[in-house]
């Protein structure tokens, strides 16, 4: 049997709009169906050719339930053959839809896969999890409660002992996250995510409304003064607050992975492949250090060092978790998040992953680097990471 390589044939996805905002009227199975339509348009091939839509989705209820990845490939009028799977790996859901369908490719069940994302934080009731001062939710049982003694938090709560054990100051996360939407202006400013961006009007019924262009939750100047004002959101001694944390949001995102040899021979172009791709579990109670295992364990399986990546991607869910990564590793500034992240651009939960690995190779193909580098905190303590090697043909 030969040796199966998955690669990333195509990467698209929406801009990501502000809760309440931009996308907030699209029905999110109609804004993941835009997005796979849009992904298609941009490479001819027989849709029945996909073996498998996988879809990270993590708030699934309401509009987001019963399965939102196969009701997005019906509304995308797909061949009624191609089936799908809605995941849940929290904030990693996009990227874990990644790996599974590159898992898929190599183990041989797949030949060709989509692998996507999509919240509409608009569309859907918000967790209290993320309400400064709620509770936990139900999903807490009782055994797992007395496991850690009432240590549990929700992850607003957990930031602030991540700050406090790495020792992150309220001066550095305001720093960081002020650097977030400058990288990310500049970027947009530039085009560096144009190629990337499907075309969408902020009305799905209204092909007359505006087109949106661009991420709606960047802001071109950060006063520093006004962020340092704003108020601890979970902790009244606190350093984390609604500046220097990742924005709700709205967005889909979709990638085509495929065999190489497939690809080829379908004259599909492979753009990336796959060095490693890693799930790690932590400390549930502090939650964001798993990216630390996860990506020691990616970079074992690939047999790379942190000196050989050109690119770093780390989730801002709050701007401790980058800051933290780059203490750990001691990663250079000018390769962490070089185009902003999502405290500049949001952090659609179930979709960030995926935009996330669209943004590093499309950067690593704009600069001509090589390696790239993307890890996601988790609630609850895991983590993803992801190597992908930019490909010349």
């Given at each position: 049997m030969?040796?199966?390589?998955?690669?990333i044939?195509?990467?698209?996805r929406?801009?990501?709009g502000?809760?309440?905002?931009?996308?907030s009227n699209?029905?999110?199975?109609d804004l993941?169906?835009h997005t796979i339509d849009s992904l298609?348009q941009?490479?001819?091939f027989d849709p029945?050719?996909i073996?498998?839509?996988?879809?990270?989705?993590?708030?699934?209820?309401?509009?987001?339930a019963?399965?939102?990845?196969?009701?997005?490939?019906?509304?995308?009028?797909?061949?009624?053959?191609?089936?799908?799977?809605?995941?849940d790996r929290?904030?990693g859901?996009g990227q874990?839809?990644?790996?599974?369908?590159?898992?898929?490719v190599?183990?041989?069940g797949?030949?060709?896969?989509?692998?996507?994302?999509?919240e509409s934080?608009?569309?859907v009731?918000?967790?209290?999890?993320?309400?400064?001062?709620?509770?936990?939710?139900?999903q807490?049982?009782?055994r797992?409660?007395?496991?850690?003694?009432g240590?549990l938090?929700?992850?607003?709560t957990s930031?602030?002992l991540?700050?406090r054990?790495?020792?992150?100051?309220?001066?550095e996360?305001?720093?960081?996250s002020?650097?977030?939407h400058a990288?990310a202006?500049?970027a947009?400013?530039?085009?560096?995510?144009?190629?990337?961006?499907?075309?969408?009007?902020?009305?799905?019924?209204?092909?007359?409304?505006?087109?949106?262009?661009?991420?709606e939750?960047?802001?071109?100047h950060?006063?520093?003064?006004k962020?340092?004002?704003?108020?601890?959101?979970?902790?009244?001694d606190?350093?984390?607050t609604?500046?220097n944390?990742?924005?709700?949001?709205d967005?889909?995102a979709?990638?085509?992975?495929?065999?190489?040899e497939?690809?080829?021979?379908?004259?599909l172009?492979?753009?990336?492949?796959?060095?490693?791709?890693s799930?790690?579990?932590?400390?549930p109670?502090?939650?964001f250090?798993?990216?630390?295992?996860a990506?020691?364990?990616?970079?074992?399986?690939?047999?790379?060092s942190?000196?050989?990546?050109?690119l770093?991607?780390?989730n801002e869910?709050?701007?401790?978790v980058?800051?933290?990564?780059?203490?750990?590793?001691?990663?250079?500034d000018?390769?962490?998040?070089?185009?902003?992240g999502?405290?500049?651009i949001?952090h659609?939960?179930?979709?960030?992953?995926?935009r996330?690995l669209?943004?590093?190779?499309?950067e690593?193909?704009?600069t001509g680097k090589?390696?790239g580098?993307q890890?996601?905190c988790?609630a609850?303590g895991?983590?993803n990471?992801?190597i992908?090697?930019r490909l010349?043909?």
């Open positions: 030969r040796a199966r390589e998955a690669v044939v195509d990467a698209v929406t801009p990501v502000r809760r309440g905002g931009a996308l699209w029905h999110p199975v993941l169906a298609l941009r490479n001819r029945a050719l073996d498998d839509v996988i879809v990270g989705c993590v708030l699934q209820q309401d509009q987001q019963g399965n939102v990845g196969r009701h997005a490939v019906l509304a995308a009028g797909l061949p009624e053959s191609v089936p799908a799977v809605t995941i929290q904030c859901s874990q839809a990644v790996s599974f369908a590159a898992q898929g190599v183990a041989g797949y030949n060709l896969a989509i692998a996507c994302g999509v934080m608009s569309q009731p918000m967790p209290a999890a993320m309400v400064p001062g709620a509770p936990l939710g139900p807490y049982s009782r797992e409660l007395a496991r850690y003694e240590r938090v929700a992850q607003g930031s602030e991540m700050n054990t790495f020792g992150i100051t309220r001066q996360l305001d720093s960081f002020a650097r977030s990288r202006f500049a947009t400013v530039n085009g560096r995510f144009a190629s990337q961006m499907v075309l969408i009007t902020a009305d799905a019924d209204d092909a007359t409304a505006p087109i949106i262009t661009a991420d939750g960047i802001r071109e950060i006063d520093a003064a962020m340092a004002s704003l108020r601890p959101a979970f902790d009244a606190g350093a984390t609604a500046g944390s990742s924005q709700l949001s967005g889909a979709a990638l085509l992975i495929a065999d190489r497939f690809a080829v021979q379908h004259r172009r492979p753009r990336a492949r796959f060095c490693a791709m799930v790690a579990g932590a400390d109670v502090i939650q250090t798993a990216i630390l295992e990506t020691r364990k990616a970079l074992k399986a690939s047999g790379l942190v000196a050989d990546i050109d770093f991607e780390v869910a709050f701007a401790g980058p800051i933290m990564f780059q203490r750990e590793f001691g990663i250079d000018d390769k962490l998040n070089v185009n902003g999502s405290v500049a949001g659609p939960l179930g979709s960030t992953g995926a996330m669209t943004d590093l190779l499309c690593l193909e704009r090589t390696l580098l890890t996601i988790e609850n895991t983590a990471t992801t992908i090697e010349d043909s």
